[in-house]
């Protein structure tokens, strides 16, 4: 009896832990105890934070970091009309539920892993975004990189297989354990390919310990079997079969070998990628949470706890090392659960601080020490997204190109590759002169008959809409004046094209 009753609690705790009202309490508890490390260490260096966003600058940032777009016209007017005072906490959790956030996820994400798309690879590149959708929708962190990196079969019948993909071939061992390194541990192993790295413990032994956990997938005739059979791990093979398509710069022939040392003990039947996935993903491993927390607050904040984001390592030390142990300790106690950490997060005062004021030394303070928002730049795709939101979806507004592959240029021409600093603006001429004159986004829903004169009240009604619409925010007094004045001999879609052009359109702030 008294066994039954032991497993009986021990069932409820485990549903109670499951809860959807014990995760947000959970968040909830680590917010406080983030918000705690920063004000801290602003007080520690006599910092003040800046205020809280108002609503408008809180709706703004929030859909952009987690559904990669602007609020609609109508979600902006019904938060900013809600006086409940839980109703920021609601609205994470609704962006969190959506299936949008997994969409978003994936579209960074697949920029990350993906090699340059060449035309062949369109169509699988919509079936790799597509399946990373689902799973940031579903699934957690070590389950997406399990299933990542032991991929086999045809990246058709298995959009995971993408990953280990360039082209048509197998991507090369070095570029394998480079890419692996930096997305999923956090560090930046490939400085050690040629030579011991030059700063940091990492040995050139270890670059190609772990580049030795790719091997079975590199057979001589890869072309051949990727194209008929898809990936396969063949299990005879090791490091020496490179040397058949010539050595790579600073090879070294190896066993696979952990990063720190520890060579591989592989169970029966187990291929090396299962070996090197089962390492990774342990909750208790040194690398894993700890790069994926701190990936995570630099994709919220626009700056790493460590930074740069993908070079963490002794001579590089966290900003706040107490947090950052923190949040990588709840992050993989929660199962890697990258939802709760990422709400956990915005729930903070930290992330929902104002952008707005402040200057010189104590403005870049503030920002370096988490107590000011700093203002990202808007990616390509967040960009394109944007620009869709406010003009309607395509098919449904003539004035977007519904063209195939119409985003895709877009985020070619607007992009960069790799992990670009958030902060910095690097669009030039060419960038702003295609988005003024392509035509693909021609405001032509907002050429009503009412754009130009009417009442006063009406103008002023409209001015409030293409603000509300564009910025997510009412305009200020002067703007109202101003716009309202043009209003009288203008018209509305030219009106919603300065403010498309502004510079407040294209930042995250």
């Not at 978003?104 to 060449?118: G, I, K, N, R, V």
């Not at 003990?265 to 993903?281: D, I, K, S, V």
């Not at 928002?373 to 960009?383: N, R």
């Not at 600093?421 to 690097?426: F, H, N, Q």
Request: proline share 5%; net charge neutral; hydrophobic share 40%.
């Amino acid at each position: 009896m008294r066994r039954l009753l032991r497993s009986l609690i021990v069932l409820v705790l485990a549903v109670a832990v499951d809860t959807p009202s014990h995760a947000a309490d959970a968040a909830a508890e680590l917010a406080a105890l983030i918000d705690q490390q920063i004000d801290t260490q602003l007080r520690n260096e006599k910092a003040q934070p800046a205020a809280l966003a108002d609503d408008a600058e809180f709706i703004r940032r929030i859909y952009l970091d987690l559904h990669g777009t602007v609020p609609t016209l109508e979600q902006t007017r019904h938060f900013l009309a809600d006086a409940t005072p839980d109703k920021r906490a609601r609205l994470v959790d609704a962006l969190l539920a959506d299936e949008s956030y997994g969409r978003y996820m994936a579209d960074m994400w697949q920029a990350y892993l993906m090699s340059p798309l060449a035309d062949e690879m369109a169509k699988r590149s919509d079936l790799f975004r597509a399946w990373l959708a689902v799973q940031f929708n579903t699934r957690r962190w070590d389950q997406i990189v399990t299933d990542l990196l032991t991929a086999t079969g045809r990246m058709e019948d298995n959009p995971a297989v993408t990953y280990l993909i360039e082209a048509r071939l197998p991507r090369a061992v070095p570029d394998l354990t480079d890419l692996t390194s930096r997305y999923f541990l956090g560090v930046r192993l490939n400085c050690a390919q040629c030579h011991d790295h030059p700063v940091v413990k990492w040995k050139q032994e270890e670059f190609w310990g772990m580049a030795a956990f790719f091997t079975q997938i590199q057979t001589p005739k890869r072309a051949k079997q990727v194209y008929e059979k898809g990936v396969v791990d063949d299990p005879s093979l090791t490091l020496a079969s490179l040397t058949q398509a010539g050595k790579p710069d600073g090879f070294m022939q190896l066993t696979p070998t952990f990063p720190g040392g520890k060579a591989l003990n592989a169970e029966a039947g187990q291929t090396h990628r299962a070996a090197l996935a089962a390492w990774m993903t342990a909750p208790g491993n040194p690398f894993f949470a700890r790069a994926m927390a701190n990936r995570t607050w630099w994709r919220l904040f626009g700056r790493g706890l460590v930074q740069p984001v993908d070079d963490m390592h002794e001579g590089n030390p966290p900003s706040h090392s107490v947090l950052l142990d923190g949040l990588a300790r709840r992050f993989a106690a929660s199962g890697f659960d990258l939802k709760f950490l990422t709400r956990a997060i915005v729930l903070t005062r930290a992330y929902q601080r104002t952008s707005q004021g402040g200057a010189g030394d104590l403005a870049s303070k503030q920002t370096a020490l988490f107590g000011r928002m700093a203002v990202k730049v808007l990616s390509a795709g967040q960009l394109y997204d944007a620009l869709e939101t406010v003009c309607g979806s395509p098919g449904k507004v003539s004035g977007i190109d519904t063209k195939q592959g119409a985003r895709w240029e877009f985020v070619q021409f607007f992009g960069e590759s790799g992990d670009p600093d958030p902060t910095a603006y690097r669009r030039g001429i060419p960038h702003l002169l295609r988005q003024m004159n392509s035509g693909q986004f021609s405001l032509s829903a907002l050429q009503s008959p009412q754009s130009a004169g009417g009442s006063v009240s009406m103008q002023d009604s409209l001015v409030s809409d293409v603000f509300l619409t564009f910025l997510s925010r009412q305009p200020s007094a002067d703007e109202r004046r101003q716009a309202v004045a043009f209003l009288s001999k203008g018209s509305l879609r030219e009106l919603a094209w300065v403010l498309m052009m502004t510079s407040e359109f294209s930042l995250n702030h």
